[in-house]
């Protein structure tokens, strides 16, 4: 039995040398909610760093703070401004799954109460090809109205040419 204490005694000395913390047994279910929030997160990174590979993007912003930090939805658009990509927290906000909004134009989140001063102050600096940034009342999947912010950039390759849009986007109150 000495043997067992002076055992249990050099791992105390241990284990209070290190810097760990330890979760309590209750909060496993929150840990879990944070991982699969951060596990998704770097998903939707690595989907993006796809598209931009495959555009040669020469545009840099800081995507892992919009993402994992923020939790903004983000959404991608060809130059066309047919959308190429969404964040799956797209269906948080306004109720669509990715796959609907894919080939869709932005505009379909618009409706009859959108502000059409705001609309064409987005559409000028799109055809500028400049960023933006506004708040719209936007419409959800089931037609009630919310109001997003959108911080929109225009992406351009290694030869200048504009690729595509992303739009970092949140429900505001």
Sequence with gaps: MKEFREYDAAAQRFYETLSLQSIPVVAWD????????VKGG????????????????TSSFNLPEEILDK??????????????????NMKQMNGYDVAEVLGNKPKMFQGPD????????????????????????NY????????CWIKGLPIFNAEGLLVNFIAFEKEVA
Excluded: M
């Design 140 to 147: 959800r999947k089931d037609k009630s109205t919310y109001k």
């Design 114 to 137: 959108t502000c059409q001063e705001t609309s064409n102050a987005i559409r000028s600096a799109i055809i500028e090809q400049k960023p933006f940034e506004a708040t719209v009342l």
């Design 30 to 37: 929150i840990y879990s909610l944070k991982y699969d929030k």
């Design 42 to 57: 770097l998903e939707e990174l690595q989907g993006i760093k796809e598209i931009a590979t495959a555009n040669n993007w």
């Design 71 to 88: 939790d903004h939805v983000v959404v991608i658009t060809d130059a066309q401004l047919r959308i190429v990509h969404a964040t799956k």
